[in-house]
């Protein structure tokens, strides 16, 4: 047997095998070319948009606009990479480090293919495109020079971007895996998510005494950063600072590569970590019965009783369902402080914390995949079947809720106002759940098990994410009503807001949960086989 | 006092399936499968891989929609009356995740209770399935965390929790030590004896020839022998029929050469 020493495998491989599987993911499926095209409508559109407005200040011929805007909007895309990934998206791994773990490949290549292949995508096609305005104002300010180190920098902030968003996906996964680093990974989430809070507080001051001045002080600032130092080359080219080009590219070059071995070691421990198994000490309990052991205390011991028991347990000992709890309690609590902090309007983005509660939801069949062949077997009804799962959500939710109101009114320093916000916050989250009840057993779609919990198959899933942000959306326009009447009736309303909001929320979970029970009833093997991965 | 029109007599048949045809896209898995059998009877299905075996005891068990054909199991229609034939019947589907992150006496008392049953029959049962299967009674273990044999036998255990009359099973020694396999095949044959019915796929015949009584061989999606193992076998060995009923192709020698 003669081992031929193979060529050098190239980042191009990569690209073509996860074009490859994206193609072979779409064939034969009209509903996910649909949901594909829709997806690259949402990116033409992002991108056009982009493109005009960050060509705005060369058009304008204004170098100070260009100064302004063009680190501002780098280190806000920068965020979006960051964050969007871990709240809503999850990373498109349909290229799983694990699968490549018995091949020959040294870390340096692995990981500049996976890189390759990760910057090929909608997203970050839609960036670079959105991002060639800054190319086109800095070749109007500064003459084709200024364009060319603008378009350097374009690319490379592209590369910055999508790096932080491996990076740190890769590692907040890695550290979900095991249970003691779980509370480390809530505190590190937590801890970046507060940090938001002041960078806020900076642009909405600026922003809102029209002090420009200050504003272009911490535009500058955020230029020397990596955040901006991409964006900010061609209009330092533009405004006769060349000398600064060098030591920025060194700046941004660096956090790249820092980043990208960052990334590799939490990959190399993640395929480590694939290959070995999870380990968990078998003890022997106290000989507690079958049932007791399985029944969260307090649940009756039927049928009922049992479905919420399991979907209680799943939230909590299953990686990627954990994972979007703590996020969800992450951000359902930060988000509304820090605005409220801040003074802006502390009522929407309530809405907002309830209706993405509900959206959790979206993909519940998905979770746990074919497992659900066992509820079919039984012969589960449908209703039932819904029921004990939003029942399930609901009993870690509502808590949540519950603190989030109370947090948000003693921040904002208006104690009478919980229970009305908490009535807004119910009304958000049932109308969320009327809404993404049916979608859940209509839209399900296979989650790639791997171990990340933020993985998604490529194809039809990512664009199925879209669906979710429509489903945010209705909610949150549904339950606007109870906002615009908190607003009109006036003091009133601090008794009314809760029992409204319950009824409100209430009437429209009953609707969306029949319906979604007799959809299922109709569809269980449908069902089973959309979330079995083939 | 009126009969049930539905029914027929549980020594009969206790399960038959009609015409079942099952396209995926352009592909056609299972072309019209006919298959009975008789209650008391131990039959295997056997076949080459992707001859359609799991598609087809899918489409029997209620798991997948046929897009043709009718599938009964002790007389009860499996998708006209779901709940009455599903109550009757045990399932291993193969491939199947479980809910793996319950440890086994939890997943064991979900599918009690799922079922309808007491609590206090679900922890005897249990314990004693636990037992027998040597799973450990007190074991915290996950099951997502469990050896392939060990998941196949919680499996198992999971389909005869309720007392069943008809266990389908798909492929149950697939992956299994020859331990357990001695152990799952005795727990199989125990339960024919005491008057329940096991249809089971695999592809390995020694398994096949030494339980069953009935032998089907499906290929290309369609039953191409079927009845008592001495009706198929004839005076050949079984390997011998099903290689010449599948069609295999035999080694010229002269390929793979660089081996």
Known sequence: MAVTTAPAVSPATFVRLKLRILGNGLRGSTGRVVLFAVGILFGVSGAVGGFLLLAVPGLLDDRRVAEIMLPLAGALLLFGWLFLPLIFFGVDESLDPARFALLPLSRRTLITGLFAAATTGIPAITTLLATGGMVWSAGLLGGPVAAVVQLVGVVLGLLLCVAVSRAVTSAFSTALRSRRARDLATILLTVTAALLGPLQLGVLAGAERADWDRVAQVATVIGWTPLGAAYSLGTDVAAGRAWTVPIKLVIVLASIVGLLAWWSSTVERAMLGAASGGQRTAKASGSRSAVARLMVRGLPQNRFGALVSREMRYWWRETRRRASLITLGVVGVFLPVSMSINGGGGGFTVLFVGALGAISLANQFGFEGNAYAANVVAGVPGRTEIQSRAAAFSLFVVPLLIMVATVVSLAAGHPEDIAARLGTLLAAYGIGLGVVLPVSVRAAYALPSTSNPFAMSSGGGPAKGLLAMGVLLGAIVGTLPMLLAGYLIGDVWQWLGLPVGLIYGGLAYVVGSRLAGNLLDRRMPELLSAVTQR | MTVPLQRTPDDDVAMSLRGLVKRFDTKVAVAGVDLDVPAGSFYGV??????????????????????????????????????????????????????????????????????????????????????????????????????????????????????????????????????????????????????????????????????????????????????????????????????????????????????
Not at chain 2, 86 to 105: E, I, M, Q, S
Not at chain 2, 118 to 134: G, K, Y
Not at chain 2, 186 to 194: F, S
């Open chain 2, 46 to 259: 056997l076949g080459p891989n992707g001859a359609g075996k799991t598609t087809t005891l899918s489409m029997a068990v209620g798991l997948l929609r046929p897009d043709a054909g009718q599938a009964t199991i002790l007389g009860y229609d499996v998708w006209a009356d779901p709940a009455a034939a599903k109550a009757r019947l045990g399932v291993l589907p193969d491939g199947t995740r479980l809910f793996d992150r319950l440890n086994g006496a939890e997943l064991l008392a979900y599918n009690g209770l799922l079922r309808g049953m007491a609590p206090d029959v679900i922890d005897q049962r249990a314990r004693e399935l636990l037992d027998v299967l040597e799973l450990g009674v007190d074991n915290r273990t996950l099951v997502v965390d469990y050896s392939a044999g060990m998941k196949k036998k919680i499996g198992l255990a999971c389909a005869l929790l309720h007392g069943p009359r008809l266990l389908v099973l798909d492929e149950p020694f697939e992956a299994v030590d020859p331990v357990s396999a001695a152990l799952i095949r005795d727990i199989l044959q125990r339960y024919v004896t005491g008057g329940g019915t096991v249809v089971f796929s695999s592809h390995v015949m020694e398994v096949v020839e030494k339980l069953c009584s009935h032998v089907a061989i499906l290929a290309d999606g369609r039953i191409r022998v079927g009845g008592t193992l001495a009706e198929v076998r004839g005076d050949r060995s079984l390997e011998d029929v099903f290689v010449q009923v599948v069609g295999g192709r035999t080694s010229t020698g002269s390929e793979l050469a660089w081996l």
